[in-house]
């Protein structure tokens, strides 16, 4: 058998393997040669021995001889199908029969080596499983990307953001963790993006938003579980940090994140491994970790809500997104932006908003910054009414929502003065008017006739 091929592509090291073969001197060998280059390489002489240590640690790839004692490797791999198996095969057998290798495909054989074989063909074959592995996620994320309409640029001219997009391309390229800090809405997300996408890594981009996922279930999203680790883990279950191999996490609303968590995710950022619930051993990964939140963490760190080491260790690389209320100047070029991309996604033809309308959105707080822009934007288009006229009408509304009626008004007074205000509100418009006070055209006619003795034709 030959030497390993140094000219072979390199793949991510944070791959586990198991072997399975009754013959240890095949073992031994190949062992010997996949430890080389992956993370995590474990040998079993029989389906029962590789069933426990598949019940302490999820593979990747399972190299399965398919004369086995007792049960055979295809029918091994055709129970893990049954249980939902995520772990690719590669089968080896020392007997030439054609129906054996139909079936083993059948079962779901990513590749089928003869034995005796050079080393090269088995690194060729896992190096195609973990290529097609690496592929299918990034691929999987992709189909995220697009079903949510992600776009990967960065709207802003203005000085503050400037500085932002400067400090991205800088630290793009290193392997550095970044926290990324600023209010709701500002676009955190969008910038941990980025900076994936200018590191050059080859994996895929996996955002996590700490906040959204239960303190309980929270370790085994990112990490992983082993089958019985708890109620419920009827089978291995890879991590959100294995998922990413090779690329980036992005942990979002860090500041979330349960206490005994934080320990957990400061021992796999300082050991570069990982521990799946219920397993006994860890697995080396080589993953990218970005972290957002809109806290104040240095105050969270004093108040006790944050471990001190964690935020140092977190904080090497610091971004901060300034709030859209203090860069005005990017707000026509964002609206302009959503505009364009809105009118695309709805369908309609695109909106060209007036000097009044800019002016207005320039003058806004923005207290929910970037999101509240573009949801606002949207609203206009579908409402077919410029933002200046919409806030007018917001306007009207905050102001008759906080009227109170002197409490000696008759209630017939209450209601004419309620209904005449909605349908000044809607600039006379008494359909839309009575579609807000939740009546009939006709009702409304009727109640105007009798307040001020005029028909339906006559203008009010």
């Known amino acids: 058998m030959s030497q390993i091929d140094n000219n072979l592509k390199p793949l991510p090291s944070a791959v586990s393997v198991l072997i399975v073969d009754d013959e240890p001197g095949m073992r031994s060998f190949l062992n010997k040669a996949l430890s ?87 690194m060729s074959a896992v190096d195609r499983c973990i290529e097609r592995r690496l592929l299918r996620r990034e691929n999987l994320m992709l ?35 970044v926290l990324i800090q600023g209010e709701s809405g500002t676009g955190k997300e969008l910038v941990a993006r980025q900076l994936h996408l200018l590191s050059g890594r080859q994996g895929p981009f996996v955002p996590v938003n700490c906040g959204s996922i239960a303190p309980e279930l929270l ?122 991309q809105l009118a695309a996604e709805l369908g309609v033809r695109e909106v060209v908003w007036s000097h009044e309308d800019m002016v207005k959105l320039q003058q806004h707080e923005w207290p929910g910054n970037i999101r509240e822009l573009r949801n606002m934007i949207e609203r206009c288009i579908l409402l077919g009414k410029p933002p200046a006229e919409y806030w007018k009408q917001q306007v009207k509304t905050e102001s008759l929502a906080s009227q109170g009626y002197p409490l000696d008004w008759p209630l017939k007074e209450v209601e004419k003065h309620h209904v005449t205000s909605v349908v000044d509100l809607h600039s006379g418009n008494k359909s839309a008017a009575a579609r807000d006070l939740g009546v009939s055209r006709k009702t409304l006619d009727r109640k105007y006739k009798e307040w001020f003795g005029v028909s339906d034709e006559q203008e009010f």
């Open 143 to 177: 189909r995220r990307e697009v079903s949510i309409g992600y776009s990967s640029t960065i709207i802003g001219s203005s000085d503050a953001m400037k500085s932002v997009k400067q400090v991205i391309e800088r630290v793009a390229p290193t392997n550095a963790v």
């Open 219 to 340: 370790e085994s999203e990112l990490f992983g579980h082993t089958a019985g680790a708890f109620t419920g883990a009827k089978g291995n279950r890879e991590g959100l940090f294995s998922f990413a191999s090779g690329g980036t996490i992005f942990l979002d609303e860090i500041g979330e994140m349960p206490l005994k968590m934080q320990t957990a995710l400061l021992r796999v950022l300082e050991q570069k491994a990982i521990r799946p619930v219920g397993s006994e051993k860890e697995v080396n990964i080589d993953v990218r970790v970005i972290a957002a939140t809109n806290r104040t963490l240095v105050d969270e760190v004093e108040a006790g809500n944050f471990r001190r080491d964690l935020y140092y260790r977190l904080n090497v690389l610091d971004i901060l997104i300034p709030p859209l209320r203090d860069r005005p100047e990017d707000v026509v070029e964002l609206t302009h932006h959503f505009t364009r």
């Open 36 to 122: 080389k280059k992956f993370a995590l390489v474990e040998t079993a002489g029989s389906i029962e021995d590789a069933e426990q240590l598949r019940s302490r640690c999820h593979f990747d790839l399972l190299i399965v001889d398919i004369r086995l004692p007792g049960r055979s490797g295809i029918e091994w791999s055709e129970a893990l199908d049954e249980q939902g198996r995520r772990s690719d095969v590669i089968f080896m057998t020392g007997y030439a029969d054609l129906e054996v290798a139909i079936k083993a495909l059948r079962a779901g054989a990513s590749d089928f080596i003869m034995k005796p074989f050079h080393l090269e063909q088995m």
